[in-house]
């Protein structure tokens, strides 16, 4: 491969195990971009969004940070919110993931993951050059989200209302990768990574 690094774009809906499926991406010395990693940088302390946040909502900026609690009560009141939250962070996340693509590709590296959650429903899939959605069956993604602390049917319904259904993005990736099983999932890895590296030697 040579030229620009060919961007995998990594995504799925909750419990579909886009984590677990990242960290195979890495054990193969693929670099990847997390998405709420780079949120997380933002909303830290000396952020980048804190400014524009603090201006939005005052109350959810501390010398800690961005409140998420704070946040997400906002959220729940203001419809206008999110939207307006979106303007200030989606730029900065950008950034960030450029930055992290330029550093990557700098050092040579010619295969780059970016994990994002709402790739699709962000349009994000414009930037990449292959997609790889996550799934699982729909009763293995609830029984895994359900088990995470502080989680509830209510709001389960919520997030699952705000993402693509799992049946379209999967009509839409490249690849679909399932964890049904983490061997199963580890295999699809290592397999979407070798046709990705033939497909890309022949065009070369």
Do not use: C, N
Request: glycine residues 8%; without cysteine; charged residues 20%.
């Amino acid at each position: 491969m040579s030229g620009q690094p060919f961007i995998i774009g990594l995504t799925g809906s909750i419990g579909m195990g886009k984590s677990t499926t990242a960290g195979f991406f890495r054990d193969q010395g693929v670099p990847v971009w997390d998405a709420d990693a780079a949120v997380h940088r933002l909303y830290g302390p000396g952020g980048a969004a804190l400014a524009g946040v603090a201006a939005l909502y005052p109350a959810a900026v501390t010398d800690a940070g961005v409140d998420r609690s704070v946040l997400k009560d906002w959220i729940a009141q203001d419809k206008t919110a999110i939207a307006r939250l979106e303007s200030v962070v989606h730029p900065l996340v950008a950034q960030d993931r450029a930055a992290f693509i330029k550093e990557q590709a700098a050092q040579g590296r010619y295969l780059i993951v970016v994990d994002v959650p709402l790739l699709f429903e962000t349009g994000g899939d414009s930037y990449v050059d292959a997609t790889v959605v996550v799934s699982a069956p729909a009763d293995a993604q609830k029984a895994r989200v359900l088990d995470r602390p502080g989680m509830t049917e209510a709001h389960f319904a919520t997030i699952l209302a705000s993402q693509m259904p799992d049946v379209e993005k999967r009509a839409r990736a490249d690849y679909v990768i399932e964890t049904t099983s983490l061997e199963a999932a580890e295999q699809a890895v290592k397999a979407v990574l070798s046709d990705l590296k033939t497909r890309h030697q022949k065009d070369a």
